[in-house]
Every structure is written in C-alpha cells, then in structure tokens.
C-alpha cells in the first residue's frame, strides 16, 4: 500500500530500463553541490536525496556530507544504485544509503535533514504534500532543491526539434491508448518555483540556471531519447508506433555525429528553497 498522494502508474513507468537510463542519463554536475551548500551556510550533515532513480544525484555528496540517503519507490532504480554502492568501495558504502520510500513520507525525525534533493524528479510527486513532508524534516536553514535538464540538450536545431517531437507523439500515443490505470501522471515543472513559493515553508525561493558540458556520442545521445518513460512504456506495451520516427531520429544523429565524440550542452534549472 503506498501512501496518499503517490501513483502507482509513476512509480511502474520506471520499471525495467534501470541501465540503459543509469548509462545514458547525466549524472548529476558539480555545481549542483557548490550552489546548495552556498545557501546552506554550514557543513552537510544529512542529505536526503528523494526520488534518486539509481543514484545519479546521489553519489556527488559523497566527499561533502557525512550522511546521504537516497529515497527511491521503484525497486529496478533503486536496485541499480544498489549494484553501484556495493562496487563504490567501504567509505563510500558507510556514507551512502538506498532506502524505499516516497516524497511525503520520509523516514527521517522533524528538523534533522540539511539538504533535500529532487533531480528530475519532482515533477512525479504531489507538490504539497511533498512541501509539507520538506518542512518537516528540514532543520531549520536547511535547503530544499529541485532541479531538471531542458530536454534536449543543446547540440544541432534538427536533431534537437525531432527529439521533442518523439517525446510529443510518445506522450500523445499513451494518453489516447494506454490503459488508464498506467497512465502517469506530470506536475507542470513550470509551477515548481511558484508552488515552493505557496507552501510557507520556506524563508527564501529562487530559480537557478546553470549549464554542464558532457561528452556524447551518437549512441549515447540515441540513449537519452530512448531512457525517456514515455519511449519506454510504449515499448513495454508491445506499441510500434514510433518504429519509424525513431529510425529516421537514428539516421539523423549518426549523420551529425559521424563517429566522434562532441561536447554538449545540458541546461539546467533548480528551484531552491531555503527554511
């Protein structure tokens, strides 16, 4: 039974694709420590990392906080960062756990967490809820983040408009087919800011933008469309109908790339909330 406010259908979009989108998907960047524990003002004691998929955004705290836990509700994601954990080496494991959980029932006592995370995946849980659930762990200064790619990244204007139309026709496809019951459901990320901002949980609100350089070949860059859940949950409910949109999509990035190996742009926008 899971609790108020969660769906199952979010939770199942994530089943069966835990390493292609572990291997294809942007590990969190750097700077996404660097601003938190600006507005922090203190030294990480306990990160919370909700929704932390297989760990992407989670094992980046590992030099900096002396506890991270990553909440995650699906067992395949979760059960990924696990296999990672377990090859990280001894300190990294006495620092880092994965725990099963979701957003508005976190297992940690009022006013003892320094940082909550969110990385592309705040958009999947009940806003308020969730809010409420923050402020009550949070110690008081401590900062609440919720960050997300701009899909797609930025690389090439063709390539770039047909990567939105895949996800377009995906999501146009399940909501005219798929069975109710497995149909997820998407908080506009666009009210992420103004939903920090209604909650009163929170001292000070902003939006951050930031930009991260990655390495990407056509491979990798056919990855990320295919680690998208709508791409997959056709996939899972034996639907073709993208067959040929996605083969004229792989024609059209094995042309750009030719083989090498670029440098991309991925933009980022965090919503960050301080107690």
């Known amino acids: 039974m899971i609790p108020e406010g969660n769906l ?14 572990d291997q294809h998907r ?7 420590v660097e601003i938190i ?14 929704g932390c998929g297989t760990g992407l955004s989670t094992f980046i705290w590992k030099d900096v906080a002396r506890q991270i836990v990553g909440i995650e509700p699906n067992p395949d994601m979760r059960g990924k960062a696990q296999r990672k954990l377990e090859t990280a080496g001894a300190t990294t494991a006495d620092t880092i756990s994965f725990k099963s959980g979701f957003s508005n029932n976190l297992p940690f006592e009022d006013g003892t967490v320094d940082v909550i995370t969110c990385s592309q995946s705040f958009h999947w849980m009940d806003p308020d809820s969730t809010l409420r659930e923050a402020g009550r ?3 008081q200064g401590g900062v609440f983040a919720a960050f997300d790619c701009d899909w797609p990244p930025v690389l090439q204007w063709e390539i770039d408009q047909a990567y939105v139309q895949l996800i377009a026709k995906a999501d146009e496809i399940l909501n005219r087919e798929a069975p109710v019951e497995q149909q997820a459901h998407k908080w ?18 902003r939006e951050i933008v930031f930009h991260n350089h990655e390495q990407c070949d056509a491979a990798r860059y056919i990855g990320l469309v295919l680690s998208q859940g709508g791409i997959q949950t056709l996939f899972k409910l034996g639907n073709r109908a993208l067959d040929e949109d996605l083969a004229r999509f792989v024609k059209l990035v094995e042309g750009h790339f030719q083989d090498r190996t670029l440098d991309i742009l991925f933009s980022y926008r965090m919503r960050l909330g301080v107690k």
Not at 26 to 32: D, G, I, K, Q, T
Not at 37 to 50: G, N, Q
């Open 188 to 205: 506009s990320k666009e009210q992420h800011l103004p939903n920090l901002q209604r909650s009163g949980q929170f001292r000070y609100t």
């Open 37 to 50: 524990t600006r507005y922090l003002e203190r030294k990480v004691e306990l990160v919370a990392d909700i």
């Open 8 to 21: 199952q259908s979010n939770v199942d979009r994530f089943n069966g694709f835990a390493d292609d989108y």
């Open 137 to 139: 762990v949070l110690a």
């Open 26 to 32: 942007p590990e969190a960047p750097s700077l996404v």
